[in-house]
């Protein structure tokens, strides 16, 4: 698989020179996950960032009663790894899933590591990404908090269509954290007004 999908996206986060920017890709090796197979389990550490050069994958955890909630979707051209878990070795309280079948390229904890200390324009890109990510966690806890079930629906849609093929609607209404019910109430509402 060609790598250019993963320097494009690289590079609209961040400018690099081209002869620094194919140094770093070589440290991605590609993987393949099948659809339903785990990137990460539960009680594991995330050891590897991945690129999902397409495919679409899931997070999620249990409640207290052990029902799962979903936390995250990934869909294609996006970086897949569990920050905490990668970040702090720590074992992963959410486990991520591939809800179709994927393709992309992970880099080790150790080789992202290394890249960041040895490039400067890679520490630089790996700063913006740690900033991005928590912006958008951020961002769905104040969602979570400020925005009506209605609401979260309509960013979905505006945001990651893919979700509605490849997730059961059960697991987009644990991540609205709706009821199945209210999910099925909010679709054919916003139906009837188109």
């Known amino acids: 698989m060609d ?102 390229y992970a880099i080790s904890y150790e080789q992202l590591n290394l890249l960041m200390h040895t490039i400067p324009e890679f520490r630089e890109y790996g700063v913006k990404m740690l900033a991005k990510e928590y912006v958008m966690y951020k961002k769905r806890a104040l969602e979570l908090i400020n925005l009506s079930g209605e609401a979260r629906y309509e960013n979905l849609i505006a945001n990651n269509k893919e979700v509605f093929k490849h997730a059961q609607l059960k697991q987009i209404a644990s991540y609205l954290n709706i009821t199945d019910t209210s999910l099925s109430r909010i679709r054919r509402k916003l139906s009837m007004n188109k």
Request: net charge neutral.
């Open 3 to 104: 790598k250019q999908g993963l320097k494009n996206y690289i590079i609209k986060n961040l400018a690099f020179p081209d002869r620094t920017l194919d140094n770093v890709v070589e440290y991605f090796e590609e993987i393949t996950i099948l659809k339903n197979d785990f990137f990460l389990k539960e009680g594991k550490v995330n050891d590897r960032y991945f690129f999902l050069q397409s495919g679409f994958m899931r997070a999620f955890t249990h409640d207290a009663d052990g029902k799962e909630i979903t936390t995250a979707f990934y869909q294609k051209d996006s970086v897949v790894f569990e920050v905490s878990s990668f970040y702090l070795k720590t074992p992963s309280t959410e486990n991520i899933q591939a809800l179709a079948h994927c393709r992309g």
